[in-house]
C-alpha cells in the first residue's frame, strides 16, 4: 500500500520560510517522478512544483518560481519543498503527489497517489 505523509505546514508571516516534507512508502520511490501540488479553499488544485526520478530536472509554476525550491532524497523516500518569501496567496493546503512515471508532468491526471495534504497560512 501506497502512502504518502506530508509534514510541515505551518502559520507564517509574509516573507518568511517553510519547509515542507513528504514521507513516502509502499512503492519504488525512486523510480518516479514527483510534485507538490496545492489548493486554496473555493479553488481548484493546482500545480506547485514536479522533480523527476533522479532530481536532475525540475519544474515550478510561475507563481512560485525563484521562491520555491523542489528536492527529493532517494535513500531516504523523502521529498522537500523549501518555500522562502512566502506571500499570502501561497495559502492553501500542498498535497505531495507520485507520479505514474519516471518524467516530469504538471499534470494532475499523471499522478496516481497523493498525500492527505498540510496546511500552509501567510499572514500579511
Known amino acids: 500500500q501506497v502512502q504518502l505523509v506530508e509534514s510541515g505546514g505551518g502559520l507564517v508571516q509574509a516573507g518568511g520560510s517553510l519547509r515542507l516534507s513528504c514521507a513516502a512508502s509502499?512503492?519504488?520511490?525512486?523510480?518516479?517522478?514527483m510534485a507538490w501540488f496545492r489548493q486554496a479553499p473555493g479553488k481548484e488544485r493546482e500545480f506547485v512544483a514536479t522533480?523527476?526520478?533522479?532530481?536532475?530536472?525540475?519544474r515550478y509554476a510561475d507563481s512560485v518560481k525563484g521562491r520555491f525550491t523542489i528536492s527529493r532524497d532517494n535513500a531516504k523516500n523523502t521529498l522537500y519543498l523549501q518555500m522562502n518569501c512566502l506571500k499570502p496567496e501561497d495559502t492553501a493546503a500542498y498535497y505531495c503527489?507520485?507520479?505514474?512515471?519516471?518524467?516530469?508532468?504538471?499534470?494532475?491526471?499523471?499522478?496516481?497517489?497523493w498525500g492527505q495534504g498540510t496546511q500552509v497560512t501567510v499572514s500579511s
Open positions: 503527489a507520485s507520479g505514474s512515471g519516471a518524467g516530469v508532468t504538471t499534470l494532475t491526471y499523471d499522478y496516481d497517489y
Open positions: 509502499g512503492r519504488a520511490f525512486s523510480r518516479y517522478a
Open positions: 522533480i523527476s526520478w533522479s532530481g536532475g530536472v525540475t
